[in-house]
T-cell receptor, first 114, second 113 residues
């Protein structure tokens, strides 16, 4: 069964600090992995996409990594800001028969305090 | 503005009511989705439409009935719901293709009393 596990479930940090969120998956055959950010009261928004051949990708202060051998990804946030407070969701897509069927993690709730 | 608009934002309904959720996308996408988001649980895919044709029905109870009259509009008709159906219902759209991201609306917060 395809699964995506995220840790920690929640995280509280001080403004300006860095943090790293983890995602482990058992999705096969692997197609790609996305990180989404979901602000309170809003829908999720895509931050990055990682394909099998990519190890690292940055989007501003967000850097995602992918280790396809160990089936792990991380999202590193540098110099956190109050606006980074949100839920971060890891989503992994498989390609059975070419269909787009993403598997969602439960998300990590990040709170950034001033 | 996300490009995907959902109405209403909040809905409270009794178990005997009939209501509908509406979703409209302004992005020219050809696939639309309904997801259910409950507290502490991953997003659950409910329905998928590609080019107005339903391609996925993820074992959703018949009290949820989707309708897709065209590629830009998607409805979710609700009737005789249960309290456990209370959740955030998210609509999304995308271009057909593995690398295309989902573009979500801001959801309808549904409470069934």
């Amino acid at each position: 069964k395809n699964q995506v596990e995220q840790s920690p479930q929640s995280l509280i940090i001080l403004e300006g600090k860095n943090c790293t969120l983890q995602c482990n998956y058992t999705v096969s055959p692997f197609s790609n992995l996305r990180w989404y950010k979901q602000d309170t009261g809003r829908g999720p928004v895509s931050l990055t996409i990682m394909t099998f051949s990519e190890n690292t990708k940055s989007n501003g202060r967000y850097t995602a990594t992918l280790d396809a051998d160990t089936k792990q990804s991380s999202l590193h946030i540098t110099a956190s800001q109050l606006s980074d407070s949100a839920s971060y969701i890891c989503v992994v897509s498989a390609t059975p028969g070419g269909s787009y069927i993403p598997t969602f993690g439960r998300g990590t709730s990040l709170i950034v305090h001033p | 503005e996300t490009g995907v608009t959902q109405t209403p934002r909040h809905l409270v309904m009794g178990m005997t009511n009939k209501k509908s959720l509406k979703c409209e996308q302004h992005l020219g996408h050809n696939a639309m989705y309904w997801y259910k988001q409950s507290a502490k649980k991953p997003l659950e895919l409910m329905f998928v439409y590609n080019f107005k044709e339903q391609t996925e029905n993820n074992s959703v109870p018949s009290r949820f009935s989707p309708e897709c009259p065209n590629s830009s509009h998607l409805f979710l008709h609700l009737h005789t719901l249960q309290p456990e159906d209370s959740a955030l219902y998210l609509c999304a759209s995308s271009q057909t293709g593995i690398d295309s991201p989902l573009h979500f609306g801001n959801g309808t917060r549904l409470t069934v009393t």
